[in-house]
């Protein structure tokens, strides 16, 4: 699958880089939930303390793909969302696509949210045709409101934490800053567990993943994972394209 919309710090681009999930995926700071996205996971449990990125799943979860493709397309410069007779999380979910790689949904079309250089996907016919496609395929995902300690314990599942990094998470609607009492929960779940952050943590012994190409130019990634080396080496997909 690809994303169902775009959102700050999505992995979506990178997740190949990430050992490869096994069994139920749980992401506890969900976004976009770009890891269980790209990995097709089958189940899914997305946790978020942020109810608008929270509304967004509900009613992705709850809609069918003709209300997807019937949703208004706002094709000029200003049209705003503010307009439409939709729902307010219907407005979310256009909203995102309106101001890419934010961690809030815009309410107007803007010239940079209607451009098309690079084949970047904007909101339209062909951006409502990936989501309706897809909605079949997370029939099995669910979505709670609350803290990651919400996140159900399983043994055979895989944690995809990617918390607000410590440097970057003034641009999220929700702000977080519990790393210490996050880095305890990581080392005690009972399930494999991968962990996202920038190269200024300290809260878990992280490793450098790489540097990977963003929207503003280059960004240095780190990871931690309890699963020992030897093992993550064999799980962790070679360069490809999806």
């Given at each position: 699958?690809?994303?169902f919309f775009p959102y700050y710090g999505s992995k979506w681009n990178i997740a190949r880089h990430y050992p490869v999930p096994t069994g139920?995926?749980?992401?506890?700071?969900?976004?976009?939930?770009?890891?269980?996205?790209?990995?097709?996971?089958?189940?899914?449990?997305?946790?978020?303390?942020?109810?608008?990125?929270?509304?967004?799943?509900?009613?992705?979860?709850?809609?069918?793909?003709?209300?997807?493709?019937?949703?208004?397309?706002?094709?000029?410069?200003?049209?705003?969302?503010?307009?439409?007779?939709?729902?307010?999380?219907?407005?979310?979910?256009?909203?995102?696509?309106?101001?890419?790689?934010?961690?809030?949904?815009?309410?107007?079309?803007?010239?940079?949210?209607?451009?098309?250089?690079?084949?970047?996907?904007?909101?339209?016919?062909?951006?409502?045709?990936?989501?309706?496609?897809?909605?079949?395929?997370?029939?099995?995902?669910?979505?709670?409101?609350?803290?990651?300690?919400?996140?159900?314990?399983?043994?055979?599942?895989?944690?995809?934490?990617?918390?607000?990094?410590?440097?970057?998470?003034?641009?999220?609607?929700?702000?977080?800053?519990?790393?210490?009492?996050?880095?305890?929960?990581?080392?005690?779940?009972?399930?494999?567990?991968?962990?996202?952050?920038?190269?200024?943590?300290?809260?878990?012994?992280?490793?450098?993943?790489?540097?990977?190409?963003?929207?503003?130019?280059?960004?240095?990634?780190?990871?931690?994972?309890?699963?020992?080396?030897?093992?993550?080496?064999?799980?962790?997909?070679?360069?490809?394209?999806?």
């Amino acid at each position: 699958m690809r994303p169902f919309f775009p959102y700050y710090g999505s992995k979506w681009n990178i997740a190949r880089h990430y050992p490869v999930p096994t069994g139920h995926v749980i992401e506890p700071f969900a976004g976009s939930a770009s890891y269980a996205t790209y990995y097709d996971a089958p189940r899914a449990s997305l946790i978020d303390a942020d109810p608008v990125i929270v509304g967004v799943w509900r009613y992705l979860l709850a809609a069918r793909p003709a209300e997807i493709l019937s949703l208004p397309e706002l094709p000029n410069v200003g049209d705003s969302v503010d307009d439409l007779n939709i729902t307010q999380e219907a407005r979310w979910l256009i909203g995102f696509w309106l101001n890419r790689g934010s961690a809030a949904p815009k309410k107007s079309r803007t010239a940079y949210s209607a451009r098309t250089d690079r084949a970047q996907l904007t909101w339209g016919l062909k951006a409502k045709e990936r989501i309706a496609a897809q909605l079949p395929l997370i029939n099995g995902w669910s979505i709670v409101e609350g803290d990651f300690e919400a996140a159900p314990a399983d043994a055979a599942g895989t944690y995809f934490v990617d918390p607000p990094y410590g440097d970057k998470g003034k641009h999220y609607r929700v702000q977080f800053a519990e790393f210490a009492r996050l880095g305890r929960w990581c080392e005690s779940a009972v399930g494999k567990v991968i962990v996202c952050e920038g190269p200024s943590a300290t809260w878990l012994p992280f490793e450098r993943l790489g540097s990977f190409k963003t929207s503003r130019g280059r960004a240095e990634e780190f990871v931690w994972c309890n699963v020992p080396p030897t093992q993550r080496d064999l799980l962790i997909q070679p360069e490809m394209t999806k």
